[in-house]
Nanobody, 126 residues
Framework: QVQVVESGGGLVQAGGSLRLSCTASGLTFDDYGLGWFRQAPGKEREGVSCISWSGRSTSYADSVKGRFTISRDNAKNTLYLQMNSLKPEDTGMYYC???????????????????WGQGTQVTVSS
């Protein structure tokens, strides 16, 4: 049984930092491309960042480039998202998703990721 669990969310002031983690079990972690998505109240879900199954490719939404960094530790079956210089518009529920050998390029956010976590809430106050 595959389980995907996010953690690390919380309340932070604008300009602050958070590091999200996503741990997956029940799958061969390094065979999976991974993505971070977020959804703010009343808005559609958007892709924030992805990393390919090989770890060689990463991609970021324009809104987070230069502030967020995605990484993965295959030995720990864990995906990370380091978020710096947070803004109120970064507020939302953040989800981790996994897709078998998914690339991280082009329209990666439109791929049908098979496994999703329950999300972790990030709230940035002004």
């Amino acid at each position: 049984q595959v389980q995907v669990v996010e953690s690390g969310g919380g309340l932070v002031q604008a300009g602050g930092s958070l590091r999200l983690s996503c741990t997956a079990s029940g799958l061969t972690f390094d065979d999976y491309g991974l993505g971070w998505f977020r959804q703010a109240p009343g808005k559609e879900r958007e892709g924030v960042s992805c990393i390919s199954w090989s770890g060689r490719s990463t991609s970021y939404a324009d809104s987070v480039k230069g502030r967020f960094t995605i990484s993965r530790d295959n030995a720990k079956n864990t995906l990370y998202l380091q978020m710096n210089s947070l803004k109120p518009e970064d507020t939302g529920m953040y989800y981790c998703a996994a897709g078998l050998r998914y690339p991280c390029s082009g329209s990666w956010a439109r791929l049908s990721y098979k496994y999703w976590g329950q999300g972790t809430q990030v709230t940035v106050s002004s």
